[in-house]
């Protein structure tokens, strides 16, 4: 079987450039040098042993990702951008787990990636609670959360890389008020998590700030599961059917995320309504298919991208150094105009 000290000698090059290669550091590394090594490891048919570089390090490069359901094309997004920018910069991998929000979910998952020598984990979950998270820093873990900011004041072991909810809320409202709308609901699935809070306050901050506190409403749609994570297109057809039979229904809707959004402008073309002539609709993400439908979604838009090499870096910095500082990075929404959204009807 062939070894590392081969593929050196054959490119050239000391077995540590070889392990640099393996493990994606390559950044300051010749255009030349790199070819040859590449050249080298497929010459020569050669495969890292994976196993072995385990029982050597005691960790294996992978990264735990943990996200609520990725029947949400949003968390199956966040995912795919992790996972790019894990694999191109530092050729890790990753693996994907689904918790459902569930506080046991997420422990047990924790144990699992441990146990399998998983040492760096990306947690999308939003839960006001984050002892189980630093009680698994505690084992050995380096813990990132997506999606939350820090709590004010909790001194924490966890990095926290976040959009700023509140602004995403707060420009989707100031949008339809700008529009001529007075009276405005937010719509979200039942199960609070800081990132929906965070939302709440946006909106109501917009609209008080507007003089329609008395018209603007919460709408909170109860689903199955507890976070309705997997269920965001039935909840916003299930919005849907409540406004179509409600008499005051609101003017404009902002939904919690896109996938809410889409179901509702759904539901209300199946009861008769136009989007956006009897209700607008904006939603948040600026998901794939948000430009496609008709009308095309008006969204605020998050830079998962981004957002997704910050994370990854974040991670690497802390595996390498875990004496590193924690650090809270929160990015900025950006206000995505498209069709959805139209003054109200007089």
Do not use: W
Request: aromatic share 4%; hydrophobic share 45%.
């Amino acid at each position: 079987m062939t070894n590392i000290q081969e593929v050196a000698r054959l490119a050239g090059v000391s077995p540590s450039t070889v392990s640099n290669v393996l493990n994606g550091r390559t950044d300051r590394m010749g255009k030349e040098t790199l070819a040859r090594v590449r050249a080298a490891i497929v010459t020569l048919g050669f495969v890292p042993n994976r196993v072995a570089r385990q029982l050597k390090t005691g960790h294996t490069p992978l990264l735990g990702l943990l996200v609520p359901s990725t029947a949400n094309p949003g968390y199956a997004l966040i995912a795919r951008e992790i996972e790019n920018a894990a694999q191109e910069r530092h050729g890790f991998r990753v693996l994907l787990c689904n918790t459902a929000r569930d506080v046991g979910k997420e422990t047990s998952f924790f144990d699992d990636l441990l146990a399998h020598g998983v040492r760096g984990v990306v947690i999308v979950s939003s839960l006001d609670d984050e002892r189980h998270a630093e009680a698994a820093v505690e084992r050995g873990l380096v813990v990132l959360s997506y999606d939350r900011r820090a709590t004010p004041g909790t001194p924490t072991r966890i990095d926290h890389v976040s959009i700023d909810s509140v602004a995403c809320a707060r420009m989707a409202t100031e949008l339809l008020i700008r529009c001529g709308h007075t009276r405005i609901a937010f719509a979200t699935a039942a199960g609070k998590t800081m990132s929906r809070s965070d939302k709440i306050a946006g909106f109501r901050s917009a609209a008080e700030q507007a003089g329609l506190s008395a018209t603007a409403r919460v709408i909170e749609v109860r689903t199955a599961s507890a976070y309705g994570d997997a269920e965001m297109v039935d909840a916003g057809r299930q919005l849907a059917t409540q406004l179509a039979a409600d008499p005051m229904r609101p003017t404009a809707v902002v939904a919690v995320n896109d996938m809410l959004a889409l179901g509702l402008m759904a539901g209300l073309r199946d009861a008769g309504l136009a989007v956006p002539a009897d209700v607008s609709v904006i939603g948040m993400d600026d998901l794939f298919p948000a430009s496609l439908v008709h009308p095309a979604l008006s969204t605020v838009r998050s830079p998962v991208a981004d957002m997704a090499r910050t994370v990854v870096e974040r991670i690497m910095a802390r595996l390498a150094d875990p004496g590193l500082p924690t650090a809270e990075t929160v990015f900025q929404p950006e206000l995505i105009e498209r069709q959805s959204v139209a003054p109200p009807a007089v």
